[in-house]
């Protein structure tokens, strides 16, 4: 069936719930993991009083958000370690992370994407949408939502 899942993290309580429970997806059917973080380049931009931060400054942030996804990653590898499945890791600065997501999946020949629904809902999820509604409309691979 599936032989290589991309479970994208943001790091939040849901993503971890589906980080196991793509890791129990990919275990009996002896797939592989490739975990992903995209870097949401839009919030590293920050204006005080209408003045952008200088460059060093914004590349601070960035680093930060490196090492934060990495921490996230981490997580995905230590419970894909213990539950016996290979696993890589990928951080890439997209422009959205959507994008990014769908670009990774195929980039890494992923027959499927294993992500979280955060749940949002009424008018949020009219204005905004969200990242996995957008995964689910544009990714030309399947997608298991994890609720």
Do not use: W
């Not at 196991?20 to 005080?48: F, Q």
């Not at 009083?49 to 981490?74: C, I, P, S, V, W």
């Not at 979280?116 to 409309?137: E, Y």
């Amino acid at each position: 069936m599936f032989k290589h899942v991309l479970i994208p993290t943001d790091g939040s309580k849901v993503a971890r719930k589906a980080i196991k429970a793509g890791i129990a997806l990919a275990k009996p059917l002896g797939a592989r993991v490739t975990a992903y973080y995209a870097l949401d380049t839009a919030s590293l931009y920050p204006y005080v009083d209408g003045h952008t931060l200088d460059l060093a400054t914004l590349r601070q942030f960035e680093n930060q958000a490196r090492e934060q996804g990495a921490k996230y990653l981490a997580e995905v590898e230590k419970a894909a370690k213990a539950a016996g499945v290979a696993c890589r890791s990928l951080i890439t600065d997209p422009a959205t992370p959507y994008q990014g997501i769908i670009a990774a999946a195929k980039k890494q020949k992923c027959d499927v994407i294993f992500m979280a629904s955060h749940g949002r809902g009424g008018l949020a999820k009219l204005l905004l949408g969200s990242v996995t509604q957008k995964v689910l409309a544009h990714s030309k691979i399947p997608v298991v939502v994890y609720r």
